[in-house]
């Protein structure tokens, strides 16, 4: 709870400083504020579950460990923003402020225990990244990734709203656990159809959110025009907070109508991991393989859900979204580095990387290799724990065609690998090196070795649930 | 202790290669690689000779799951680490004439993967397998991929895709394992000895073997999973080919003893017959194909294609003659393919070319070049008294022993080898000289210090290979026990 506070207060005071027109001191307050409210985030640990605003919101082990990724994330991405802090960007303390209050949003969405909290925690997030998508005014492909955005965001809140309205139709309550109640009990029955409608359009919505097909069609265009630093923000957190609020709605609110709704997931499970790595497998540029390959891992978190395996489910996909949020920050860290210097966003415009920044060269390679699932990474504990989850529940076939699709992301993601290490720069200019700051290095540094770390000992986290 | 030193020893010097450059860092290396062999000779010495595992470590390591850091040494494992720390320094010396651009990665990765390579000659516990196995995957990639030749990009490509794709039908079979070792309520565990005990249906085993299998038969490789090799091989920097023939292959034939043989008994009896007319169909397809190779290095490619399929027959067949024969000859098959690529490499150096047509000759210019040339090249044919004699007998027996036809077929092995082997040797080192070799010098003191552990390696297998045997042999008894039950 505190950590809403914080990031709300300390929020407003960050757009405060923007009037002081001193960018340098931004984003060493905005990485402070973050430290801060990690820190705060890690106290709420030990303590006993608790309820605030009359129940709408629970601040338990679950919300907490999820909130820790979504802040640790925004910290570790922050750094990439220095840019726009050598730029004199205008409207720099707006874009912290939104990134803060995003996450606020974020943090509604793993500890709701209402579903008008969720709403307003869906809001909040995307309300914010709306903006943000837009923030490269004069760019045309900014403009478009904001307005597709924001149009087809707002049909899909709607529709998450109206069938947040049937469900209350059906069960007389926006209390997930008395939504729980409601759905399983007999008497009820007459409303199963008002509720299963409802049902469907709440996971329209929240599928929109974390680009599942086939809710999927925004999200390669709208990835490629937003500026490559929120789409990494866009591409993580905001997909961590939709996991977590979407296994919380299912295990609690839904559990009992698994029946109707596992074959549903399931369907677009196997989906969304198709479009996914095929659609990256097509892709010529870097920053649109990277939107497909957030479809896949929309795809493979989706097992989880549809494992719906008590505990085995939450770490599995808590492990799997920091693992992947880590490897996805260390992705587009680099790739925003390698895009600002060098103007391209193909994959030849990561060619002889490994001869003029090797330490670029090398992060990536790990991020590729931890999003591709292979060992001595987080990304293979984490496909192993979401993949164990399923088999467990007997999901034997499910799991089989995910390994398949795993052998194709393989295929993409060594491209970026073999570009950097195995071609040589195209001109003069790609043969200097890329600009990096010490202390951006040191981040790089640190999210490898948390990826590296994760794939060795996962048991460090694997079990925190 | 000995087995965690053992193997963490070479990662530790790896990331402390980070701090070197260029000659110092090979120094460095090949100090660390030699250090690595005396350790291992060490553990040789201070272990008995018995089928229990010895210096066992078992911690857990994902806790909660029953997946344990669970490793240790038996005869069989024994050997294959004393192989690879024998292996590894050569091959670093071997690269030493080579000015590597960025050397220290170059030897980081080398010594990384020989944490992989012994990591899976360790492990009791086959998620922990598993991970070494992909482990020792990754750096062999960037040797070859960053190193090699012209066409490097899609060879290693398609190597990594092959190979990675192959083992992910493994891990589904051991996650299948897994489970079932928790069906009647026990605690689930992924331990080598729990794998074994399993009682599995016939059927069941049935398909586990092929998920298993497939991932071994690719790093064989055996025929018809062999495409990515000849292309890799031939690509490859020379200190990766002998990486990926001198070791890495061994990876597959350690693999199907321990973790295929024992765990499926049932889908192993099922399927041994249609894997020998495989692995038969291997020796004969890549003896032929060699014939008619006029790159060296191509023509050991295939060559090496044939001698794998060889061991692969052995091991199927099921006795004691073909396991053993299969575990000598792959030191044997060690040995020989890193010192014929590396004669190879020295005569690509000094003439720049691997083409058999070019060259001719050599004899004169090189008397000691071409000797060392035809004792490897005699191991490889199997001559009586060399390495590669002892395990071909002992395979050929075994082989023979499960069937007379197929013993028949598998022996032309050798008369393959002899027709293709001596035709090269006679056309590059005998003959009138070529514009490449009328001036080319013998070989220098480094390069016989290669060579000279492998030729003294080559008699002392061919002359007392129950050294070897005898340490193996407690191991290879215990497996055929646990498959025959």
């Given at each position: 709870?505190?950590?809403?506070v ?9 757009l ?7 960018n ?25 579950s608790?309820?605030?605003f009359?129940n709408m ?13 979504v802040v640790?994330?925004t ?8 840019k ?11 874009y912290?402020s ?38 490269d005014?004069?760019?045309?492909r ?6 597709k955005?924001?149009l ?10 109206f ?21 399983a009990?007999?008497?009820n ?42 789409t990494a ?12 609020a ?15 709704w596992i ?14 790595n ?5 892709q ?10 957030s ?5 493979y978190?989706?097992?989880g859900l ?9 770490n599995g ?14 992705a ?7 895009i ?9 415009g ?10 670029l060269?090398?992060?990536m ?19 192993f724990f ?14 089989v ?9 393989i ?6 690998v073999?570009?950097?290490y195995m071609?040589p ?27 590296i ?13 | ?12 010097a ?16 090949f ?17 008995k ?20 850091f669970?490793?240790?040494?038996d ?7 004393l ?31 020989q ?10 516990d086959?998620f922990l397998?598993?991970?070494f ?14 190193w090699g030749?012209?066409?490097r990009i899609?060879v ?24 079932q ?25 049935s398909?586990l073997?092929w ?5 071994f ?6 025929f ?14 020379a ?10 292959l061994k990876?597959g ?5 321990r ?5 499926v ?6 399927w ?29 490619a295939y ?39 590396f004669v ?19 004899t004169?210019?090189?008397?000691v ?14 001559l009586p ?16 022993e ?40 013998d ?11 492998l ?17 193996s ?7 055929l026990d646990?498959?025959?039950?």
């Amino acid at each position: 709870m505190i950590s809403i506070v914080l990031l709300s207060v300390l929020g407003i005071a960050n757009l405060f400083l923007g009037f002081l027109r001193s960018n340098r001191m931004l984003l060493p307050v905005a990485m402070l504020i973050l430290v801060v409210v990690f820190g705060a985030n890690v106290l709420d640990w030990n303590a006993a579950s608790q309820s605030y605003f009359n129940n709408m919101l629970t601040i338990d082990r679950y919300s907490v460990a999820f909130t820790g990724i979504v802040v640790l994330t925004t910290l570790l991405l922050l750094p990439f923003s220095e840019k726009y802090v050598r730029d004199g960007e205008a409207n720099l303390a707006e874009y912290y402020s939104l990134l803060l209050f995003s996450l606020v949003g974020a943090i509604m969405m793993v500890s709701y225990d209402n579903l008008l909290m969720l709403f307003v925690g869906i809001e909040i997030l995307s309300i914010s990244m709306y903006v943000l998508a837009g923030s490269d005014k004069r760019n045309v492909r900014s403009n478009e990734a904001a307005l597709k955005y924001f149009l087809m965001g707002s049909f899909a809140t709607g529709i998450l709203l109206f069938g947040i309205a049937l469900v209350y139709g059906a069960t007389g309550t926006f209390q997930l656990t008395q939504i729980g109640a409601g759905v399983a009990n007999p008497a009820n029955a007459s409303f199963t159809p008002m509720l299963y409608i409802g049902m469907l359009l709440m996971f329209i919505g929240i599928s929109f959110k974390v680009s599942a097909a086939p809710f999927h069609y925004w999200t390669p265009d709208v990835y490629e025009g937003t500026p490559t630093f929120f789409t990494a923000f866009m591409s993580t957190v905001v997909k961590t907070a939709g996991f977590a609020a979407f296994l919380k709605l299912l295990m609690i609110a839904f559990s009992s109508a698994q029946s109707f709704w596992i074959p549903t997931i399931m369907a677009m499970t196997v989906l969304t991991l198709l479009i996914g790595n095929v659609g990256a497998v097509a892709q010529n540029s870097a920053k649109r393989m990277l939107a497909y390959s957030s479809i896949s891992h929309a795809g493979y978190l989706f097992i989880g859900l549809v494992a719906l395996n008590g505990k085995l489910s939450a770490n599995g996909i808590f492990f799997y979204s920091l693992a992947y949020s880590i490897a996805t920050v260390a992705a587009f860290a680099v790739l925003k580095l390698v895009i600002d210097q060098r103007q391209r966003e193909d994959y030849d415009g990561l060619n002889g990387l490994a001869k003029t920044n090797p330490l670029l060269a090398f992060v990536m390679t790990v991020a590729m290799l931890s999003l591709a699932g292979i060992p001595l990474t987080g990304g293979f504990f984490g496909k192993f724990f979401l993949f164990g989850a399923a088999v467990d529940k007997g999901h034997i076939g499910l799991v089989v065609f995910a390994v398949v699709m795993s052998m194709v992301g393989i295929y993409y993601y060594l491209r970026p690998v073999i570009a950097m290490y195995m071609r040589p720069a195209i001109d003069e200019e790609d043969a200097t090196p890329v600009a990096v700051t010490g202390f951006q290095s040191a981040v790089l540094v640190l999210l490898a070795l948390l990826t590296i770390v994760l794939g060795v000992l996962p048991s460090l986290v694997s079990n925190l649930l | 202790m000995l087995t965690a030193l053992l193997l963490f020893f070479p990662l530790a010097a790896a990331l402390l290669l980070h701090f070197f450059k260029g000659g110092t860092a090979r120094v460095v290396a090949f100090g660390a690689a030699l250090l690595e062999f005396v350790l291992a000779v060490v553990v040789a010495i201070a272990s008995k000779s018995s089928s229990a595992t010895q210096f066992a470590i078992d911690q857990p390591w994902i806790a909660s799951s029953g997946i344990r850091f669970h490793i240790g040494l038996d005869g069989l494992s024994l050997l294959l680490v004393l192989l690879t720390t024998f292996l590894v320094p050569l091959i670093m010396l071997a690269s030493f004439r080579h000015e590597y651009k960025n050397a220290s990665a170059f030897y980081a990765l080398i010594l990384f993967m020989q944490t992989g390579l012994i990591g899976v000659f360790v492990s009791l516990d086959a998620f922990l397998f598993y991970f070494f196995w992909e482990v020792a995957l990754i750096p062999i990639y960037f040797i070859a991929g960053v190193w090699g030749g012209e066409r490097r990009i899609q060879v290693t490509f398609k190597f990594f895709l092959y190979t990675i794709i192959g083992s992910l039908f493994m891990l589904a079979a051991f996650v299948y394992l897994y489970f079932q070792t928790g069906v009647n309520g026990a605690p689930r565990s992924s331990d080598l000895l729990a794998f074994y005990n399993l009682s599995l249906s016939a059927a069941e085993q049935s398909w586990l073997f092929w998920l298993i299998f497939i991932a071994f038969a690719v790093k064989m490789p055996v025929f018809p999973f062999h495409t990515w090799q000849p292309d890799t091989y031939t690509e490859s920097p020379a200190p990766a080919t002998m990486l990926l023939s001198g070791i890495m292959l061994k990876m597959g034939i350690y693999g199907t003893l321990r973790w295929l043989l024992p765990v499926v008994p049932l889908g192993v009896s099922q399927w041994s017959k249609p894997v020998m007319v495989l692995a038969v169909i291997g020796i004969i397809y890549g003896a032929i194909i060699a014939i008619r190779q006029r790159d060296m290095k191509r023509l050991i490619a295939y060559s090496s294609l044939s001698h794998v399929g060889l061991m692969a027959a052995g091991v199927f067949s099921l006795t004691q003659l073909g396991l053993q024969g299969a575990v000598i000859q792959m030191l044997a098959h060690g040995v020989n393919a890193v010192g014929m690529f590396f004669v190879i490499d020295c005569i690509e150096r000094r003439t720049g070319t691997r083409e058999i047509a070019d060259l001719g000759g050599l004899t004169r210019h090189t008397p000691v070049l071409s000797v060392t040339f035809l004792v490897m090249l005699l191991s490889t044919v199997a001559l009586p008294l060399t390495a590669g004699f002892v395990g071909e007998f002992l395979l050929l027996a075994g082989v023979y022993e499960y069937s007379a036809w197929l013993g028949a077929i598998a022996g032309l092995t050798i008369i393959f080898a002899a027709v293709y082997l001596l035709r090269m040797f006679q056309r590059v080192m005998l003959g009138p000289d070529t514009s490449f070799t009328a001036t080319i010098r013998d070989l220098t003191g480094a390069e016989l210090a290669v060579l000279v552990p492998l030729i003294l390696l080559v008699f002392w297998i061919g002359l007392f290979p129950n050294t070897f045997l005898h340490i193996s042999e407690p191991s290879i008894i215990q497996l055929l026990d646990i498959v025959k039950r």
